[in-house]
């Protein structure tokens, strides 16, 4: 149920700790961590319960690299991380954290995992992003694809403009619990983001219910083929200094916004409002 590394061990092995369900662990100084390494340990612990011992307990090291193909499949943890400006703690439930630190991510790495949410740390040197990353984690209702501490006010702040810069192919497919950003929680696309892949933010059936409006930083410049389909969104807002240049196939299919205003476009793929009844209004200002 416990383990200790010590700082000696820098890699993790592949299946090194699957199905060990609720374990606690102190990571050490680990750089990488291998293909299902703690697939389907559910409910977990990461670090010690003193808050002494790290700065920042119940997170992933600052040292991490690399992680592996569906390493934490259906997994979660509580992330309690100290404000290095302030001696005050973030202490969200279910919260898992990506430190600037990470180069690649495999494909499915968080699938079916039962986070809440999902926060993108600022100076993101992420390089390699594999497909499916959270694929039908169903309890996922935040996203925010930039964070760091703020030095005075608030304990942290999501209005970054160097945190994730891509959104892989189906990496949030099936996510079916997600609330829109008019509400307490919900997506924080934040200004550096590029490219939304194919089915990124998909579903099947009845979709997304919860996932009513987005607003799109001015950065975006391609959105993938089916992108959003099926998410049932009511509004979407792009910027009016949007860099946008490329719009997917069946991007918006099944969506129930009226109307639309998109800036800078250069091609579109067939049928993006496809299913799309409310429609009144298709806006393209180049």
Sequence with gaps: KTVILPNSIKEIGDY???????????LGTT?????????????????????????????LPTTLRSIGDYAFKGCNWDSSLLNPHRE????????LVIPQTVTSI????FTESLFEQVYFEDALSLQ?????????????????????????GANYTTNTTSGLKDISNRMFYGC???????????????????????????????????????????????IGTQ???????????????????????????????EEITIYSLNTYGNAPFWGNTALKAINILT
């Excluded at 090194?16 to 102190?26: L, P, R, T, V, Y």
Aim: proline content about 1%; overall charge positive; glycine content about 10%.
């Design 128 to 152: 390699s992003l594999g497909q499916s990353t959270f694929e039908g984690s169903k309890k996922l209702t935040s996203i925010y694809t930039g964070f760091k501490f703020n030095a005075t």
């Design 31 to 59: 750089e990488i961590i291998g293909k299902k390494a703690f697939a389907n340990c559910g409910k977990m612990v990461l670090g010690s319960a003193s808050k002494y011992s790290s700065t920042r307990i119940g997170a």
């Design 176 to 222: 079916t619990n997600r609330v829109s950003s008019m509400v307490s929680h919900g997506e924080k696309l934040n200004d550096g983001l590029l490219t939304i892949g194919d089915l990124a933010f998909a579903s099947s059936g009845d979709g997304m219910t919860g996932l009513e409006y987005i607003s799109f930083p001015k950065s975006l410049e391609s």
């Design 106 to 109: 495999g494909q499915y790495a």
């Design 88 to 95: 005050m703690y973030f202490k969200p439930q279910n919260t």
């Design 227 to 257: 992108a959003f389909a099926n998410t049932g969104l009511k509004n979407v807002i792009f910027s009016t200094e949007s860099r946008l240049k490329s719009l997917g196939e069946y991007a918006f299919e099944n969506s129930k916004f």
């Design 16 to 26: 090194a700790f699957m199905n060990c369900d609720g374990i606690q662990i102190e």
